[in-house]
């Protein structure tokens, strides 16, 4: 682990933290454990807790530093084991820092095994004024695994009057079913180098993409589902924008805009409750996060 600043013969050679969290979960008969876990500074882990009958394990990722600066290296390694079952969020934002060099990196590396589930549902990402930020998310699944993916930033501190004030954000996320079917959104946002640097989001103040992915239901599954979440988007007109469509690979993709952070949580608390009644009859708790 780098933690901090190094210097040598009084100029700075290295600046941030390379912090590395490692987290696998496996089925323990009907229940779904906690296998694997171990983490370097900012990250810390907690034991997962569980809120229904289903064996399901609610976890949280913590960085309690208060957020991420320039040349900040952190990584996520998740496992999930065949047949499990795990809800992962974030209590907070994610906070990135004004950086005159180095970008903020956070790399994350997603593996759910032959018929696991995985709802990934970090809170969002406030990119400061002048921040620099990359993060880069790969999913790998097995046959018969789904994921379910939330991703989502914010235009920068909207009280502070920092709409789309940061200097830089590029994110990829990559999904990559058993059979080789896959599924890539990539998008650099730069504010203010052009006239078009964050496109039609300009308006807006909170951009999110929700991608729900997985061969264990069949196209009919997907379509009833592909309506559901269309009629939820229609819901707020002028406050949420969004659309949904099926992806190549089994799934969905949906993208969605939103004026405040509470019609994106609430955009968001409707579509996961869809989801997963849905797809496995259960309902979605309050995800306390705070």
Same mark, same amino acid.
């Given at each position: ?11 700075l &050679? ?75 969020? &974030? ?43 990359e ?54 946002l ?8 964050v ?37 707020r ?9 099926? &992806? ?6 949906l ?30 708790p ?5």
């Amino acid at each position: 682990m780098t933690d901090g600043v190094l210097a040598q013969s009084g100029a700075l &050679t290295a600046v941030g933290r390379a912090g590395h969290l490692n987290v696998a979960f496996a089925r323990d008969g009907r229940t779904t454990v906690l296998s694997h876990a171990h983490c370097t500074s900012p990250w810390h882990w907690f034991p997962p807790t569980y809120r229904d009958e289903t064996g399901c394990a609610y976890a949280f990722l913590v960085n309690p530093s208060g957020g991420l600066v320039g040349g900040d290296r952190l990584s996520v390694e998740m496992a999930i084991g065949p047949r499990a079952h795990a809800v992962v969020a &974030t209590p907070s934002a994610t906070r990135v820092y004004r950086s005159h060099g180095e970008p903020a990196v956070q790399d994350i590396h997603l593996s759910v095994g032959p018929g696991g589930i995985l709802e990934w549902l970090p809170e969002v990402v406030i990119p400061f004024a002048g921040s620099r930020y990359e993060q880069r998310i790969r999913v790998n699944l097995a046959p018969g695994a789904t994921i379910v993916l939330w991703d989502a930033i914010v235009s920068g501190r909207v009280a502070r009057g920092e709409r789309w004030a940061f200097a830089s954000l590029e994110n990829e996320i990559r999904v990559v079913t058993a059979c080789g079917d896959s599924l890539l959104e990539r998008y650099t946002l730069t504010p203010g180098s052009t006239p078009d640097g964050v496109g039609l989001a300009r308006d807006w103040d909170y951009v999110a993409s929700l991608y729900l992915i997985g061969d264990a239901f069949n196209a009919e599954v997907w379509k009833r589902l592909e309506d559901g979440l269309a009629a939820i988007l229609d819901e707020r007109p002028g406050l949420v924008l969004g659309g949904v469509s099926m &992806t190549a690979a089994p799934g969905l993709a949906l993208k969605v805009l939103a004026r405040s952070a509470p019609d994106l949580s609430a955009i968001l608390e409707a579509m996961w409750g869809t989801v997963r009644a849905h797809l496995w009859g259960l309902p979605a708790p309050a995800l306390r996060r705070y």
